[in-house]
């Protein structure tokens, strides 16, 4: 698995903001569809946005709409995750991942196994 680099992570009250990024060095970035993961203790990793190669189409969990937002820039060669009045139950490790062979404005799936590229993981603790 290569290797996407995350950042942005970090310890904020319940209610704060944060911003997350994921850059892909030495990738054809746009060949990728990408998506955020995150994964609690004990827990199994679990969905939190996609979007599609072109940045046309996203889709979001239940459990975080309204409240965080995937984007990419396709010239700065990068994805977002913008996350407004975090929860406790926000807490987590939140990985990127992308996958390739999906079309320019199809939004890749909610499953971890369809990803073939992974970043290392950036830790977000939401106090209450």
């Not at 054809?28 to 969905?47: K, N, S, V």
């Not at 939190?48 to 010239?75: E, M, W």
């Not at 799936?109 to 970043?119: Q, V």
Request: hydrophobic share 35%; aromatic share 8%.
């Amino acid at each position: 698995q290569r290797q996407l680099v995350e950042s942005g992570g970090g310890l904020v009250q319940a209610g704060g903001s944060l911003s997350l990024s994921c850059a892909a060095p030495g990738r054809t970035f746009t060949l990728y569809a990408m998506a955020w993961f995150r994964q609690a203790p004990g827990e199994d990793r679990e969905f939190v946005a996609a979007i599609s190669r072109n940045g046309a189409t996203s889709l979001h969990a239940d459990s975080v709409k309204g409240r965080f937002t995937i984007s990419r820039d396709n010239v700065k060669l990068a994805l977002y995750l913008q996350m407004n009045n975090l929860k406790p139950e926000d807490t987590a490790v939140y990985y990127c991942a992308g996958r390739i062979g999906t079309s320019d404005s199809v939004v890749p799936g909610r499953t971890a196994s369809e990803y073939g590229d992974w970043g290392q993981g950036t830790q977000v603790t939401v106090s209450s």
